[in-house]
Nanobody
Framework: QVQLVESGGGLVQPGGSLRLSCAAS????????MGWYRQAPGKQRELVAR???????DYADPVKGRFTISRENAANTVYLHMNSLKPDDTAVYYC?????????WGQGTQVTVSS
């Protein structure tokens, strides 16, 4: 079965950096677009970034120039490198893959940006 396991979240000061990882299994990783979403308290889940099977990235406006998404097909892993973090980036970050009409999600990893 499809499994997505996120890691790498934590508490960081404003201006700091974190790298999130998502280890995937149960499907042919290399042929699917992978995405990172986030959900802050009281807000809807929103797209942060996604990367196609051909390594083409796409970013939400609030993170452009600060976040970088990448993938390592040999390791079935997608990463989110986050720089210049702001308090508004505080959220639970989720890994996503859409296979057919089904969306799959990881359990999420908490990112808190605070001094």
């Amino acid at each position: 079965q499809v499994q997505l396991v996120e890691s790498g979240g934590g508490l960081v000061q404003p201006g700091g950096s974190l790298r999130l990882s998502c280890a995937a299994s149960g499907f042919v990783f290399r042929i699917y677009t992978m995405g990172w979403y986030r959900q802050a308290p009281g807000k809807q889940r929103e797209l942060v970034a996604r990367i196609s099977s051909r390594d083409n990235p796409d970013y939400a406006d609030p993170v452009k120039g600060r976040f970088t998404i990448s993938r390592e097909n040999a390791a079935n892993t997608v990463y989110l490198h986050m720089n210049s973090l702001k308090p508004d980036d505080t959220a639970v970050y989720y890994c996503n893959v859409a296979i057919g009409f089904q969306d799959y999600w990881g359990q999420g990893t908490q990112v808190t940006v605070s001094s």
